[in-house]
């Protein structure tokens, strides 16, 4: 129905900053939310950020202010601007898609982009 591919993860000093990306392709229903979540190692996956179609953003208390996330409906896109990252940001994120279908709702992950913070 749904599949996720994120790009835009890498090396990054702190303070400094990292744009994510996630496209959704080949979609089937329509998409309730999308959003971002992250996993260090040895951690939770925890949530960052998530965005509804009607522009409704949540953020987790220890991304606000820094992060920012944003959505191209047209395309099925989202994005997760991050400045002044922090080493505790350091982890797997995976982009995430709530998406309804006949008359049920489901989840779909993408394979997760790697970001690291370090000087």
């Known amino acids: 129905q749904v599949q996720l591919v994120e790009s835009g993860g890498g090396l990054v000093q702190p303070g400094g900053s990292l744009r994510l990306s996630c496209a959704a392709s080949r979609t089937i229903g329509t998409i309730y939310a999308m959003g971002w979540y992250r996993q260090a190692p040895g951690k939770q996956r925890t949530l960052v950020a998530t965005?509804?179609?009607?522009?409704?953003?949540n953020y987790a208390d220890s991304v606000k202010g820094r992060f920012t996330i944003s959505r191209d409906n047209a395309e099925d896109t989202v994005y997760l601007q991050m400045d002044n990252m922090k080493p505790e940001d350091t982890a797997v994120y995976y982009c995430n898609a709530f998406v309804w279908f006949a008359g049920d709702n489901y989840d779909y992950w993408g394979q997760g982009t790697q970001v690291t913070v370090s000087s």
């Open positions: 965005i509804t179609s009607g522009g409704s953003t």
